[in-house]
């Protein structure tokens, strides 16, 4: 399917929805990496990619196929060489640093494979970081708790990383992605360091904030999580290569309740 193909009927759920402007929109989207003098590593190679409000987006590819590079620049943690990248309406491609990092902190909630849990720090602590950052008092606390009560861990806000288990880190890590409310979550393998029962809580989650009208983009390369996604975006060599709706994806929370893996 075509970028224009999905400008005309982007799919949510499933099933094709109304058009309306992207949340993201890429346009001939290039970068180029050197190392030492001679060596260029062309990791994007011309991406259009559009993602609509609502959408759940998996982006795969093998080692070198530029899903990794895709991911940095839509979380605007790099800046693309060439080409347009438009998110939420707003041209990032030529913001300072400042600027994307004010754009981040506005529309974007990230989740990592390694959960990035300061150690020192219990859960709400955690989930607080981003305002702590930020300089937002504005009901702090209550917001925290109220993030962790979305994923689960209302009983869990006072234990440090090191008494909780992979799951409920990456649970902590989800419920700090939401604290500003963000227009989109992009999660980087956010199930590969976890079992596979903690892994169908994880995506039960993210599916659980999907039909609620989250958008989440999602990189991995393991075709039972992408099976989960709603679409699945294919990288090779630098470019989308297939762009293809999943028509029947699974349901993390009937594998759970079917007794996927073992309980934490």
């Known amino acids: 399917m075509t970028v224009a193909d999905r400008a005309a009927a982007p799919y949510r759920y499933g099933a094709p929805v109304a058009s309306t402007r992207p949340v993201v929109r ?49 979380g605007c943690l790099d800046v693309p060489d060439a080409g347009t990248y438009e998110l939420a309406g707003e041209n990032v491609g030529k913001m300072s640093d400042d600027q994307l990092a004010a754009i981040r902190n506005k529309h974007l909630g990230f989740v990592f494979q390694t ?25 702090r606390r209550a917001r925290a708790l109220a993030a962790l009560g979305q994923v689960g861990l209302a009983d869990r806000v006072k234990h440090r ?18 604290l500003n409310d963000p227009s989109m979550i992009l999660a980087d393998e956010p199930t590969g360091n976890l079992d596979s029962h903690s892994s169908a809580e994880i995506l039960a989650i993210l599916q659980r904030l999907n039909e609620l009208g989250k958008t989440v983009v999602m990189v991995t390369h393991e075709p039972d999580v992408a099976a989960h996604c709603r679409r699945i975006v294919r990288m090779r060599d630098g470019v989308v290569s297939h762009d293809d709706p999943v028509v029947a994806p699974l349901r993390a929370q009937d594998e759970i309740v079917s007794g996927i893996g073992g309980a934490e």
Do not use: C, W
């Open 26 to 74: 890429l346009r001939g989207i290039t970068k180029t990496y050197r190392i030492g003098k001679e060596i260029e590593v062309h990791a994007l190679a011309g991406v259009d990619l559009d993602i609509h409000a609502g959408e759940f987006v998996a982006i795969m590819g093998p080692s070198g196929s530029g899903k990794s590079t895709l991911m940095n620049v839509l």
């Open 115 to 139: 959960f990035n849990l300061l150690s020192r720090l219990n859960a709400v602590e955690n989930v607080e970081l981003p305002l702590v950052y930020g300089g937002d008092r504005h009901d």
């Open 161 to 178: 990383p090191s008494e909780l288990s992979g799951g409920q880190q990456q649970r902590v890590a989800i419920a700090r992605a939401l």
